[in-house]
């Protein structure tokens, strides 16, 4: 079975950094980018970041380049989203993805995860 798990999400306050991992079963995450989407209540889900399977090519959103980093250890099947500088416009549901083929996108994702939630106070 296809799966996707998230972790990492919490409370913290702004300012603060919280790490995302997300752990993959070997079909999803084999050959393929992955990304990480969000969404907040009320809000349509949205892109962050993109990682390609190699690990060299990555492209954020702009309201978080400079703050957040993708990264991933083929080895390990997993990825993650460093994150820093969290603003209270942050909190969201956060959940990854894996793409359709290796080169990262913003669009064309196979599997998701169930998501983990990150709150930022003020």
């Known amino acids: 079975q296809v799966q996707l798990v998230e972790s990492g999400g919490g409370l913290v306050q702004a300012g603060g950094s919280l790490r995302l991992s997300c752990a993959a079963s070997?079909?999803?995450?084999?050959?393929?980018?992955m990304g990480w989407f969000r969404q907040a209540p009320g809000k349509e889900r949205e892109f962050v970041a993109t990682i390609s399977w190699s690990g060299g090519i990555t492209t954020y959103a702009e309201h978080v380049k400079g703050r957040f980093t993708i990264s991933r250890v083929n080895a390990n099947n997993t990825v993650y989203l460093q994150m820093n500088s969290l603003k209270p416009e942050d909190t969201a549901v956060y959940y990854c993805?894996?793409?359709?083929?290796?080169?990262?996108?913003?669009?064309?994702?196979?599997?998701w995860g169930q998501g983990t939630q990150v709150t930022v106070s003020s």
């Open positions: 070997g079909r999803t995450f084999s050959g393929r980018a």
């Open positions: 993805a894996a793409a359709a083929t290796g080169i990262p996108t913003k669009y064309r994702y196979d599997y």
